[in-house]
């Protein structure tokens, strides 16, 4: 049976934040990746013409609307491909546009986790569909100072020691990771030129070396997603 083309479709916050791996596994299994980068003024699809929803990451907040008047727009689009049914990933601040979106609160962290950092699976994950792409416990890159609550009718599926709120799937197609598995070596440099000024001192807070040296820190994540989403391929 020939696999379904799917249209992939992401949002982009800031010109230094893109798809990373997701760009190279959409290109390998042939399905179609079209962008809005909102940052640009670049104007939404209708969503009746996406199969997905990637929303990536990026440095302001979901309350900045003031600064970042598309972010209202956003979070309308981002309801109404829920609202329908649409396979939704959102990475760090997709993940908490997602949140927001579903009513949850998004707040300061107690602490900034940036770097490499493990992350488990929790209880819960049991009974989520998309959990069961992920592994129980891995390293994951990190770049975020901001958490949300879970949603109402979601499920927690992942923690960290810094931040409780790793991770929640909402039904069996819509999945919130604040972690990053699709940095590339080439994205995390452009994380470290652009905001370094995050780089300051805190428990969870690595230097550049220490995220720049090790590849295999990078196959692995981008193995990961590949499996991840090749597992939601298979609901939707």
Known sequence: MMKKQLRIHYLQ??????????????MVRGHSLTATRLYAGQLLPPVDHL????ILGG????YEENRYPWLAREKRFIGEALHNG??????????QLMACVLGARVMGNHCREIGWHPVEK???????????F????????????DTFEIPRGAIHIARSKAC???AFSFGERAVALQFHLESTRESVEQLVHNCRED????????GPADMLTDLNFFRMINEWMAEFLDGLATVG
């Open 13 to 26: 916050h800031v010109p230094f934040e893109g798809p990373g791996s997701i760009e190279s596994w959409a």
């Open 199 to 206: 780089l300051t001192e805190g428990p969870y807070i690595q």
């Open 134 to 145: 992920l592994p129980d416990r891995f390293a994951a890159f990190h770049w975020h100072g």
């Open 86 to 95: 649409k396979t939704v990933i959102g990475i760090c601040l997709g993940a």
């Open 59 to 62: 440095p302001m907040n979901v």
């Open 122 to 132: 929790t209880a819960e994950a049991a009974e989520s569909a998309p959990a069961r």
């Open 51 to 54: 199969d997905w929803l990637v």
């Open 164 to 166: 409780e709120n790793q």
